[in-house]
């Protein structure tokens, strides 16, 4: 197998052209922490293209992903200026392999974070939070993947689109939440879902971005993870998330 930069250059080359690439394991699967080493790579071509890192995003928040990837912790990528796309705007197809959206609940930190946190805690170092849908797009052929492949493939991080942001003193315990294509239910459930409350994902980011050097910086936006399963995009499509108690979020795809 190639070296972890050499990796690190093929990951980073097929999301900036929406290039499909083999799957790593299928070789030789990436340890969890080689995987990591992968990512952090990438992600510094990214920066040195320009991107600025505005974040973090969760994966794997629901027990039942891990039980299914065969993991026992949450994993997590970082998140770009160059992702972030207008509420109400439009997404083009052409920049993706093969995007998928999902339900989120986002918070925006009004101080640094990192280490071993209470959820008191992590709470006191948020600003706001917001309903928010996340465009994943892993980059290996047909949508499938280890979890090294995925953590080197920055958690198949892609673009996220943010509503609007509404106190921190909001109750996001359990908070129905309905992803809508072209007007009709797609996927529906709740904020609940990610790790049984959303500030536990926030909690996990602390500890993880800490183990890289990492913090989380006053003005970060930290994606909690999917609420529920995942819609494959198409052009054409009006995609829109409703969330109980903080509003709605919403993107059209083009071509």
Known sequence: ??????????????????????????????????????????????????????????????????????????????????MMREEGGTVSMAQFVHPRVEPEIAFLMKKPLAGEVSALQAMDAVEAVAPALEIIDSRYKAFKFDVGDVIADNSSSSAFVLGQWASRETDISNLGMLLSIDGRAGEIGSSAAILGHPLRSLVAAARMVASAGERLNAGDIVLAGGATAAIPL????AVSLEVERLGTVAFRVEA
Do not use: H, N
């Not at 080493?37 to 891990?66: H, W």
């Not at 198409?234 to 499509?237: D, M, P, S, T």
């Open 1 to 82: 197998m190639s070296g972890l930069a050499e990796i690190a250059g093929i990951v980073d080359e097929a999301a900036r052209t929406a290039s499909e690439i083999p799957q790593f394991s299928d070789e030789r699967p990436l340890s969890v922490e080689e995987a990591y080493a992968v990512q952090a790579l990438s992600m510094q071509r990214r920066y040195g293209r320009g991107e600025r890192r505005v974040g973090i995003k969760m994966g794997l928040t629901s027990r039942a992903k891990m039980l299914q990837v065969g993991v026992s912790d949450v994993t997590w990528g970082r998140l770009t200026d160059a």
């Open 234 to 237: 198409a052009a054409g499509q």
